[in-house]
């Protein structure tokens, strides 16, 4: 029994729902396009350093990182309003064609400004594919079913997250593979994984049609990039420009300004609005949102910061790195399946923010102790207790967000609370290098005028055999032109990889201190973020998905319709609304529909 597409006219006649087989296939296509989104930033991650050296172009690393971030986090809202006006199946396809073309163009960038470009174009991709799977799960499946099987998403994510790394520092560190530099393949082997996405959400996903006749808010959406582009364009390039400097205080004006018009926009347009202002009536909604920024902002920095730690600090290559990271996922897979199956047998999930959160707070808290020659085993338990909380936390506040809206609005309300969980992480990537590089200079000054450090590096110099090594020409050279110190990570770091542990340990440490600052404002985001989780309120989860609902109302609304064309009969005006209302008892929490 297939979904047919339905026309706008069949009001009497729902259309049946999905069989079990159907949502199955459905599912199966929906982790492909996910795997796809999710690996396309882990597998940047470690093979970020080789790329930026062979490009010339370290301290530009940060522009092909935030590129991708801001281009997706901008799109992410249109894909969801659009999806809602024109169904979700086109969208998704453009979604992943832009994806793909983004992915081949990155494979022929010659330089680090290409690069950030066309990742860029990759961003407008991946801003459908990071928020449609989750609003498409919302059409077909009840709250509580969403939560078992978003569970196994994020395992998706995990397993992506772990695959993403490996692949990256493998490619990475080849040297050529098919005449190309091994690193081009990061960006090419997306091409499989895209077709095989385009041909079974293509052939599988068949939801019922919208016809409706509205307004498209492309005011909101230019007032949304007016708006928050600058403002992340500042928080990157505030270190070198200056936080008062001409350049940041017209980005401050215009962003602000951008803001407001954007708000006053979106309140006239109503529902058409890009993000309806009425979602945030419910306290449940506004709250989820406002800890997935920050969320975002925990998960980008740790996510972000830590290859750089393990290959700069710890030596590893990208491959070693990309190992590394796997007590991250681990516990993100651990927490994610394990929270998603109580929440989907409780329909409870209130207490999985607090405790994410709590959890995460400790991982930063090992992270702010470390030391450049503390052992691995402590990052790699900051990571496992990162990792744990994240898992607990991504689904548990899509699902809130999603339980507190109208099914009507469910595509914005999803990719409304990816949205702004994007931004936080957009801001937190952008915060965290912003805020390394520009302690780099000093924190590296500093460390070479440590007292132990200067006695080794001393001793290391009058060694023959250190002089005579070219291995370590590079340092030497930075050590008879001391005003190079603070500058010397900015375009090429290889050269710690081989050198003389002695000649290297100032540079190590160096960077290790410089790290600390994002970690710390990370650490004080997440604690935040723990004091407001504790004044979370969570309505029991709704029994039936969006689609079921639609088509409930859809059936009651035509036989209020016939009942009142019946010959003598009286029945009372229909109401235009679509959907139920789930309206908030503020007094007991729970969630209340009106018919």
């Given at each position: ?85 024109f169904g979700r199946r086109p969208l998704f396809l453009i979604a992943i ?499």
């Open positions: 029994m297939s979904q047919r597409e339905s026309r706008s006219g069949d009001a009497a006649a729902p259309a049946p729902l999905m069989t079990q087989r159907q949502i199955t296939l459905v599912l199966i296509g929906l982790m492909i396009a996910m795997f796809l989104s999710s690996i396309s930033q882990t597998v940047v991650g470690t093979s970020m350093r080789t790329i930026a050296d062979d490009l010339q172009g370290l301290e530009l690393q940060v522009w092909v990182v935030t590129a991708f971030l801001i281009v997706s986090t901008i799109v992410t809202p249109i894909y969801g309003k659009l999806s809602d006006i064609v832009l994806f793909l073309v983004g992915s081949v163009a990155c494979s022929f960038a010659q330089d680090m400004v290409q690069l950030a470009a066309f990742r860029a174009i990759q961003g407008l991709g991946a801003g459908g594919l990071m928020s449609l799977p989750m609003t498409i799960m919302a059409d077909v499946l009840s709250p509580r079913e969403r939560a078992k099987y978003q569970g196994y998403f994020l395992a998706v994510f995990g397993v992506s997250s772990i695959l993403g790394p490996l692949i990256g520092g493998l490619l990475a560190g080849t040297d050529q593979i098919l005449f190309l530099e091994g690193w081009r393949w990061v960006f090419l082997f997306n091409l499989p994984i895209g077709v095989a996405a385009v041909w079974m959400v293509f052939r599988y996903l068949h939801l019922p049609a919208h016809h409706e006749r509205v307004r498209i808010d492309w005011w909101g959406a230019a007032l949304l990039v007016v708006g928050v582009v600058p403002l992340l364009l500042v928080a990157e390039q505030g270190r070198e420009w200056g936080w008062g400097s001409t350049a940041a205080l017209a980005c401050y004006v215009v962003g602000a300004i951008g803001i407001v018009l954007f708000l006053v926009v979106e309140s006239r347009m109503g529902d058409a609005a890009l993000i309806p202002l009425h979602l945030f009536r419910s306290s449940t909604f506004s709250m989820a949102t406002l800890l997935g920024v920050f969320t975002g902002f925990g998960m980008f920095a740790a996510m972000m910061m830590i290859p750089f730690v393990l290959q700069i600090v710890h030596g590893m290559n990208p491959t070693e790195a990309g190992l590394a990271t796997l007590p991250m996922i681990l516990g993100l897979m651990i927490a994610s399946i394990g929270s998603g199956q109580i929440i989907g047998r409780t329909g409870r999930y209130r207490l999985f923010p607090v405790v994410g959160l709590g959890i995460m707070a400790i991982g930063y808290g090992v992270l702010v102790t470390l030391q450049f020659d503390s052992p691995l085993w402590m990052l790699l338990i900051a990571q496992f207790c990162i990792g744990l909380g994240l898992g607990q936390l991504m689904q548990t506040l899509t699902i809130a967000s999603q339980n507190a809206v109208q099914p009507k609005d469910m595509g914005v309300a999803t990719s409304a609370s990816t949205f702004f969980r994007q931004l936080g992480g957009t801001t937190g990537v952008a915060v965290a290098f912003s805020l390394l590089y520009s302690r780099l200079p000093e924190t590296l000054e500093d460390a070479f005028g440590r007292q132990d450090l200067r006695a080794d590096l001393a001793a290391a110099t009058q060694d023959p055999a250190v002089l005579a090594n070219p291995d370590n020409e590079r340092i030497l050279d930075v050590l008879a032109n001391p005003q190079q110190i603070g500058t010397a990570l900015n375009s090429d770091s290889s050269f710690l990889n081989t050198a003389d542990p002695r000649l290297a340990a100032p540079f190590l440490d160096g960077f290790n201190t410089a790290t600390l600052e994002p970690f710390w404002v990370a650490l004080a985001v997440v604690v935040l973020a723990f004091l407001l989780a504790i004044f979370f309120k969570a309505p029991p989860l709704r029994q039936k998905s969006a689609m079921e609902e639609a088509l409930d109302e859809r059936a009651r609304v035509a036989q209020l319709e016939a009942d009142a064309s019946a010959p003598g009969s009286y029945a009372p005006p229909v109401t235009t609304a679509s959907t139920p209302v789930i309206r908030e008892d503020a007094r007991s929490g729970t969630a209340d529909r009106e018919s």
